[in-house]
């Protein structure tokens, strides 16, 4: 967002530490099937206009009382790294577009017929270790995708 020239902020929807969700969440995370995991959803906004919704899932064992960290202001990565000590590594990231969904229409504001860009991340620390899985639906009229690649 500041590379954007935006002010970023986040609104926090729910916090919650659960056992339910689906199993491929628990897949790519390789957890267990009762294994309590956090499923944070935001809002992300860029000079307070709607730019993503945001849903991540953190297995409890990696960040036990991870809500207690956790406010508008704060990081992820800040309290990956600098509260549990992981050392991020890298993301492997799917991109798709799509129509959003009625209830990510509504959180994000988007008149009828915007796609949403639809992003899957699961991260990995330095050993390999899945840390985080994030679904994230950017507003299709505010973002484009760019990469470099490297032959």
Avoid at 22 to 46: F, N
Wanted: one cysteine or more; charged letters at 25%; a negative charge.
């Amino acid at each position: 967002m500041k590379d954007r020239g935006l002010i970023p902020s986040s609104e926090i929807e729910s916090i919650e530490l659960t056992k339910e969700t689906h199993g491929e969440i628990r897949e790519k995370l390789e957890i267990g099937s009762e294994e309590k995991l956090y499923r944070i959803v935001r809002i992300r906004y860029g000079n307070n206009i709607e730019m993503a919704y945001e849903i991540t899932y953190v297995p409890y064992s990696l960040c036990p009382n991870l809500q207690q960290h956790l406010h508008e202001k704060t990081s992820l990565y800040n309290i990956y790294t600098g509260i549990y000590g992981l050392r991020l590594s890298y993301g492997n990231v799917f991109l798709e577009a799509e129509m959003p969904k009625q209830d990510v229409q509504e959180k994000l504001h988007l008149p009828k017929r915007i796609p949403v860009l639809k992003m899957h991340c699961t991260g990995y620390s330095e050993e390999n270790q899945p840390i985080y899985y994030v679904e994230c639906y950017y507003s299709g009229d505010k973002y484009v995708f760019s990469t470099t690649t490297v032959r």
